[in-house]
């Protein structure tokens, strides 16, 4: 396929614009990023479970480690991931005990 000169240098720079353009709203998208939020809330947003599990969590001791700041509770990420491996690691163990019930 033959591409003539002018017709190049025209593709040349239409790509060069277009990677700038995808450069700056890349730049945007991460200066508008909706940051974390660390309240019970957004806890449970991001978990998908009602407010009312949570507190059911936290009254059987199984809720993740909160940190209160002036009458306020939030969860910070480090113990969002911890609570995430504890319930990975729960849920294996019950898989682990219906395996060994069944070939008992």
């Given at each position: 396929m ?66 209160r ?21 729960h ?14």
């Amino acid at each position: 396929m033959n591409i003539r000169p002018e017709t190049f240098a025209a593709i040349t720079r239409d790509i060069g614009l277009l990677q700038e353009q995808v450069t700056a709203l890349f730049a945007l998208i991460g200066t508008h990023a909706k940051p974390r939020d660390p309240s019970i809330k957004g806890f449970c947003e991001r978990k998908g479970i009602s407010r009312s599990s949570y507190l059911a969590y936290r009254k059987a001791g199984i809720g993740p480690i909160e940190g209160r700041t002036n009458g306020r509770v939030f969860i910070t990420a480090e113990s969002e991931d911890a609570w995430d491996r504890a319930r990975q690691a729960h849920a294996a163990e019950q898989i682990v005990a219906r395996r060994k019930a069944k070939t008992a």
